[in-house]
C-alpha cells in the first residue's frame, strides 16, 4: 500500500504563512499527478492546488496569486506555501497523489489523513 503524510498546519494569523508537506511511501513505482484540495465544516471538498509529475500546475481561484505548489520527485514529496492567509482559508487540508505501486500495471488515487489549517481574524 502507498501512505501520504501530510505535516505542517496549524493556527496562524491573517496575512500569516504556512507550508504544508505531503510525503509518499511504500512500494511507488511513479507518482503523476499530486496536490491539494480542503474541506471546511459545511461545505463540499474543493481543488488548492495540484503539479504533474512534468511540473505542470493548477490552483482553485481563490488561492490564486497566494499559494504555491512544489514537489520534489526525488522524496516523492508535495508541498504547499500558503501566504496572505484569510479567514476563509480554514479547512482541512488533504494531500492527493495517483500513484503508481511497483507490483500494480495501473496508478490508483490516495488520499493524506487530513492536517487542519486554522486562520484567525
Known amino acids: 500500500q502507498v501512505q501520504l503524510v501530510e505535516s505542517g498546519g496549524g493556527l496562524v494569523q491573517a496575512g500569516g504563512s504556512l507550508r504544508l508537506s505531503c510525503a509518499a511511501s511504500g512500494r511507488i513505482f511513479s507518482i503523476n499527478t499530486m496536490g491539494w484540495y480542503r474541506q471546511a465544516p459545511g461545505k463540499q471538498r474543493e481543488l488548492v492546488a495540484t503539479?504533474?509529475?512534468?511540473?505542470?500546475?493548477a490552483y482553485g481561484d481563490s488561492v490564486k496569486g497566494r499559494f504555491t505548489i512544489s514537489r520534489d520527485n526525488a522524496k516523492n514529496t508535495v508541498y504547499l506555501q500558503m501566504s496572505s492567509l484569510k479567514p476563509e482559508d480554514t479547512a482541512v487540508y488533504y494531500c492527493?497523489?495517483?500513484?503508481?505501486?511497483?507490483?500494480?500495471?495501473?496508478?490508483?488515487?490516495?488520499w493524506g489523513q487530513g492536517t487542519q489549517v486554522t486562520v484567525s481574524s
Open positions: 503539479i504533474t509529475s512534468g511540473g505542470i500546475l
Open positions: 492527493k497523489a495517483l500513484v503508481r505501486m511497483v507490483v500494480s500495471d495501473l496508478p490508483d488515487l490516495y
